[in-house]
């Protein structure tokens, strides 16, 4: 089955640091495109960070520039997200997920395997 | 940076069409995706580049981008499509992904 297990959410104070994982499994982790989304309570959708299948491009939304970090481990399947220096309003439900087909171009697919989400809360 | 626009919420009644816009400025040289999302759940992916469908997505929903609007449409809209739907693209000159505000479908 494919699908994608994050980890390491929980209650933070400002300030403080988290680390989130994501696990893959049913699928050549590697070849993909992956990305963290956030949703607030009661919110939309945010982009948080992306990275390419070798992890040498890597963005990131404007808000958390030099706080959070986005890796992978691809010998673990594994993406992660580093968040220092936490606000309150990071708090949120953060998702990882997976681009849509393993093409260089993935930075321009839609998202189709999500995992459930990990809550993080900063207060 | 590349802002999307979307209605907060829309309005249909079980069995006619609806349809969710979302804008931005000339969205249509860009590629679109839709997701849905109900309650305590993660999103789905319902339309990719602007009207294709991922294998089990019923054919009821279609898309469709030109000029400054992108469009989602349900058409036989059922009580089960009741939840928010994001449009999300790749803005390549800011290398940002940016997703709209949602809008959420009331099936009455």
């Known amino acids: 089955e494919v699908q994608l297990v994050e980890s390491g959410g929980g209650l933070v104070q400002p300030g403080g640091s988290l680390r989130l994982s994501c696990v893959a499994s049913?699928?050549?982790?590697?070849?993909?495109?992956m990305i963290w989304v956030r949703q607030a309570p009661g919110k939309g959708l945010e982009w948080v960070a992306n990275?390419?299948?070798?992890?040498?491009?890597?963005y990131y939304v404007d808000s958390v520039k030099g706080r959070f970090t986005i890796s992978r481990d691809d010998t673990k399947n594994s993406l992660s997200l580093q968040m220092n220096s936490l606000r309150a309003g990071d708090t949120a439900v953060y998702y990882c997920?997976?681009?849509?087909?393993?093409?260089?171009?993935?930075?321009?697919?839609?998202?189709?395997?999500w995992g459930r989400g990990t809550k993080v809360t900063v207060s | 940076s590349y802002v999307l626009t979307q209605s907060p919420s829309v309005s249909v009644v079980p069995g006619k069409t609806a349809r969710i816009t979302c804008g931005g400025e000339n969205i249509g040289s860009k590629s679109v995706h839709w997701y849905q999302q109900k309650p305590g759940q993660a999103p789905l992916l319902v339309i990719s580049y602007d009207g294709d469908r991922p294998s089990g997505i019923p054919e009821r929903f279609s898309g469709s981008n030109s000029g400054n609007t992108a469009t989602l449409t349900i058409s036989r809209v059922e009580a089960g499509d009741e939840a928010d739907y994001y449009c999300?693209?790749?803005?390549?000159?800011?290398?940002?992904?940016?997703f709209g505000g949602g809008t959420k479908l009331i099936v009455l």
């Open positions: 049913g699928f050549t982790f590697s070849r993909y495109w």
């Open positions: 997920a997976r681009a849509l087909s393993p093409r260089a171009g993935g930075a321009y697919d839609g998202f189709d395997i």
């Open positions: 990275i390419n299948q070798d992890g040498s491009k890597k």
């Open positions: 999300q693209l790749w803005d390549n000159s800011s290398d940002h992904v940016v």
